[in-house]
């Protein structure tokens, strides 16, 4: 069965720190692999995509790797501001039966100042 | 462009009343999809069109549940009769061109069943 796997659950930090969250997935073959940013009472914004051929892509202080062959994706936070308290949700995306997404269950990432 | 926009952005209701959620989609979006969000099993696909024609209602846990699209800028997601169990935060999100396109989510609708 295809899954989505993130860590940690849930995550505290300090305002100012940096912080990795992690993705496994079993789907395969991909498309592609999103990390959307669920804020409290909003609904998710795409934060990066990422295809099969790549490795990096940052968006601001937001860097997401990808490793497809042992099928890991991580999401890294630079310089955490309070802002970044929400959670976090790994998407991706089947490439057959009609490249369905498979959702994780997000992790719940809270800043303190 | 103002977003997906949805409504009710919350309802309270009794057991057994019938439950009606709106959502209009980004213009020119072909796509629009309906999930259902709760702490036990995360965002769930409920239902997708794609040019106003239901593709993949396999998500659609009963026949309580049921959603239509009468054209490109409107669609309900009803439920009747509501349970308990149905209580959620339900998403409608719609993309440009392909099921790989990127979600834009609405803001929800927070459902609470008595």
């Known amino acids: 069965k295809n899954q989505v796997e993130q860590s940690p659950q849930s995550l505290i930090i300090l305002e100012g720190k940096n912080c990795t969250l992690q993705?496994?997935?079993?789907?395969?073959?991909?498309?592609?692999l999103r990390w959307y940013k669920q804020d409290t009472g909003r609904g998710p914004v795409s934060l990066t995509i990422?295809?099969?051929?790549?490795n990096t892509k940052s968006n601001g202080r937001y860097t997401a790797t990808l490793d497809a062959d042992t099928k890991q994706s991580s999401l890294h936070i630079t310089a955490s501001q309070l802002s970044d308290s929400a959670s976090y949700i790994c998407v991706v995306s089947e490439k057959e039966y009609g490249n369905k997404l498979v959702f994780g269950a997000g992790t719940i990432l809270r800043v303190k100042s | 462009d103002a977003g997906v926009i949805q409504s009710p952005r919350h309802e309270v209701t009794e057991m057994g009343q019938e439950v009606t959620l709106r959502c209009k989609p980004i213009?020119?979006?072909?796509?629009l999809f309906w999930y259902r969000q709760t702490m036990m099993r995360g965002l769930e696909l409920l239902i997708y069109?794609?040019?106003?024609?239901?593709?993949?209602d396999s998500g659609m846990p009963e026949d309580r549940f049921s959603a239509k699209m009468p054209n490109a800028s409107f669609s309900t997601l009803k439920i009747q009769p509501s349970e308990p169990r149905d209580s959620a935060v339900y998403f409608c999100a719609s993309s440009l061109e392909t099921y790989t396109g990127e979600l834009f989510f609405g803001e929800g609708s927070r459902l609470t069943v008595l």
């Open positions: 213009s020119g979006h072909d796509y």
């Open positions: 069109f794609n040019n106003n024609v239901p593709i993949d």
């Open positions: 990422m295809t099969f051929s790549e």
């Open positions: 993705c496994n997935y079993t789907v395969s073959p991909f498309s592609n």
